[in-house]
Nanobody, 124 residues
Framework: QVQLVESGGGLVQAGDSLRLSCVAS????????MGWFRQAPGMEREFVAG????????YYAASVKGRFSISRDNAKNTVYLQMSNLKPEDTAVYYC?????????????????WGQGTQVTVSS
């Protein structure tokens, strides 16, 4: 029943910006922690950004801190990832995830539901 749908990916040049969106359905959105993960070809899925609580603090991977920003709009059941100053190493499939009982925000196994992903490609 839970469905997460990402959008907003694309092909951009280094230094450009993108905003990813993830629309959630089938859950009480305000009660879920939301996170963004990414996976590059041949690499493991890695944490990017997350909100542990509805209005709580945000967490970022060191590689994106200062460039990416996670936000959520509970009225729209949507979580966003604003990405600026994109780098080629940001190229990956980006996934949003939802979890009800998250303890460690960066640990993928704690999330219950995942979107299908959206491709972000950054060229130099």
């Amino acid at each position: 029943q839970v469905q997460l749908v990402e959008s907003g990916g694309g092909l951009v040049q280094a230094g450009d910006s993108l905003r990813l969106s993830c629309v959630a359905s089938g859950l009480t959105f305000s009660e879920y922690a939301m996170g963004w993960f990414r996976q590059a070809p041949g690499m493991e899925r890695e944490f990017v950004a997350g909100n542990k609580w509805n209005t709580g603090p945000t967490y970022y991977a060191a590689s994106v801190k200062g460039r990416f920003s996670i936000s959520r709009d509970n009225a729209k059941n949507t979580v966003y990832l604003q990405m600026s100053n994109l780098k080629p190493e940001d190229t990956a499939v980006y996934y949003c995830a939802a979890g009800r009982r998250i303890v460690i925000t960066s640990r993928a196994s704690e999330y219950d539901s995942w979107g299908q992903g959206t491709q972000v490609t950054v060229s130099s």
